[in-house]
């Protein structure tokens, strides 16, 4: 969460008919519907706060404090109240990237140790034959 709720307004790489993210060095690009709600929020984003700094960051996510953007927590609970798990989202696509990256790629990619890449690794490829065995003798 610490993350998205720093991303700005010059994260967004809007191509008209297609939506990037600069996350790193190359853009992700964002599949629809997703991309609308982006922009949306891009056109959209409104601060709480009753003054607005000369240099405001253009924050995709506002803090009530003026020029600061969302704390983590509070963008976590959001989340959670309409319905989006951020936990279970973060492991899903952690598992996506693990089913098409090798485990060095993804631990240099997102800044993991490299055990960490190999769990996400060897969890992306689904139960094993240690699965299966145990649920026969259950």
Same mark, same amino acid.
């Given at each position: 969460?610490?993350?998205?709720?720093? +991303?700005?307004?010059?994260?967004?790489?809007?191509?008209?008919?297609?939506?990037?993210?600069?996350?790193?060095?190359?853009?992700?690009?964002?599949?629809?519907?997703?991309?609308?709600?982006?922009?949306?929020? $891009? %056109?959209?984003?409104?601060?709480? $706060?009753?003054?607005?700094?000369?240099?405001?960051?253009?924050?995709?996510?506002?803090?009530?404090?003026?020029?600061?953007?969302?704390?983590?927590?509070? +963008?976590?609970?959001?989340?959670?109240?309409?319905?989006?798990?951020?936990?279970?989202?973060?492991?899903?696509?952690?598992?996506?990237?693990?089913?098409?990256?090798? $485990?060095?790629?993804?631990?240099? +990619? +997102?800044?993991?140790?490299?055990?960490?890449?190999?769990?996400?690794?060897? %969890?992306?490829?689904?139960?094993? $034959? %240690?699965?299966?065995?145990?649920?026969?003798?259950?």
């Amino acid at each position: 969460m610490g993350r998205i709720s720093r +991303l700005t307004t010059e994260h967004i790489v809007d191509r008209g008919d297609t939506l990037a993210l600069k996350l790193g060095r190359v853009p992700v690009e964002i599949p629809a519907p997703l991309d609308d709600l982006i922009r949306r929020l $891009a %056109e959209r984003r409104n601060g709480r $706060a009753a003054t607005i700094p000369i240099e405001e960051p253009k924050w995709l996510f506002h803090s009530i404090y003026p020029g600061q953007p969302i704390d983590p927590h509070t +963008l976590g609970r959001r989340l959670k109240a309409i319905g989006v798990p951020p936990q279970l989202a973060r492991h899903a696509s952690l598992m996506d990237v693990a089913s098409e990256l090798p $485990a060095m790629v993804i631990s240099r +990619l +997102l800044g993991f140790h490299q055990n960490t890449g190999d769990n996400w690794t060897r %969890e992306s490829q689904g139960f094993g $034959a %240690e699965y299966a065995a145990d649920i026969i003798r259950r």
